[in-house]
C-alpha cells in the first residue's frame, strides 16, 4: 500500500547503546522530516532532508544522525541513546501543495 | 525565527458548544499555517491549510479557520462540537518561500475534551 511507515513501533533500548528508527515512503516525495513529540514540547524537527544526499539539522540535532541514500528511505539514528531521548518519533514527508504526511511514530524508551 | 503559541493547552466543551482553539504566530516572511489532529496513539493528520489562497478556510469534519494577517491569528473553529472530536490539535507555521520552505513549526499543542 501507498503511504509512509515506521518500524519499529515501539523499542526499548539501554543507555548507551545505538538505535536506528526507520522510515520508508512510496509516493517519491523529496522531502523529508523527523520530529519528536514530548509532553509539553509539542513536535520538534530533529533532520530534515530536501532530497536524496542531502540532510540538514533541525531545532534539536544532538545525539542523532541521518542519511539518505534513496528518496524513499530516511532512517535515524541515535548513536549513544541517553534517557533523554525518550520520546515518540515522527517521520513526514512535504508533497506538492506543502502538506506534511505523518507515519504512525516510533515509541523509544531508553533504560 | 517562526513560532507558534497556542493558547490554552486544554480546552473542555460540551457535546454542541462551539469550538475555538487558538493560535497566534510569528513570523518574518508571509507563512503558511496548518492545523493537524492527533489522536491516541496515532500519526498526525492534517485538518486544514492556509497557503495565501482565501483567508477563510474550510477542513475536514467541519473545522474551519481564518487567517487575520493583523492579529497574526489562525483560531480553529467548529460550530457545534462532538464527541469524535476529543484530541490533540496542533498549530504550525511553515516559511512560503526560501530554503527553509516546507519546515513547520508547531505550537505545544491543545488537548480538546468534550462532555457527553
Known amino acids: 500500500d501507498a503511504g509512509i511507515t515506521q518500524s519499529p513501533r515501539y523499542k526499548i533500548t539501554e543507555t548507551g547503546r545505538q538505535v536506528t528508527l526507520m522510515c520508508h515512503q512510496t509516493?517519491?516525495?523529496?522531502?523529508m522530516f523527523w520530529y519528536r513529540q514530548d509532553l509539553g514540547h509539542g513536535l520538534r524537527l530533529i533532520y530534515y532532508?530536501?532530497?536524496?544526499?542531502?540532510?540538514d539539522k533541525g531545532e534539536v540535532p544532538d545525539g542523532y544522525v541521518v542519511s539518505r541514500s534513496k528518496t524513499e528511505n530516511f532512517p535515524l539514528t541515535l548513536e549513544s541513546a541517553t534517557r533523554s531521548q525518550t520520546s515518540v518519533y515522527f517521520c513526514?514527508?512535504?508533497?506538492?501543495?506543502?502538506?506534511?504526511?505523518f507515519g504512525p511514530g516510533t515509541r523509544l524508551t531508553v533504560t | 525565527a517562526q513560532s507558534v503559541t497556542q493558547l490554552g493547552s486544554h480546552v473542555s466543551v460540551s457535546e454542541g458548544a462551539l469550538v475555538l482553539l487558538r493560535c497566534n504566530y510569528s513570523s518574518s516572511v508571509p507563512p503558511y499555517l496548518f492545523w493537524y489532529v492527533q489522536y491516541p496513539n496515532q500519526g498526525l493528520q492534517l485538518l486544514l491549510k492556509y497557503t495565501s489562497a482565501a483567508t477563510l478556510v474550510k477542513g475536514i469534519n467541519g473545522f474551519e479557520a481564518e487567517f487575520k494577517k493583523s492579529e497574526t491569528s489562525f483560531h480553529l473553529t467548529k460550530p457545534s462540537a462532538h464527541m469524535s472530536d476529543a484530541a490533540e490539535y496542533f498549530c504550525?507555521?511553515?516559511?512560503?518561500?526560501?530554503?527553509?520552505?516546507?519546515?513547520?513549526?508547531f505550537g505545544r499543542g491543545t488537548q480538546l475534551t468534550v462532555w457527553p
Open positions: 509516493w517519491s516525495h523529496s522531502y
Open positions: 532532508s530536501a532530497a536524496a544526499d542531502i540532510t
Open positions: 513526514a514527508t512535504l508533497d506538492s501543495s506543502y502538506e506534511q504526511y
Open positions: 504550525a507555521v511553515s516559511d512560503s518561500r526560501g530554503s527553509t520552505l516546507g519546515r513547520l513549526y
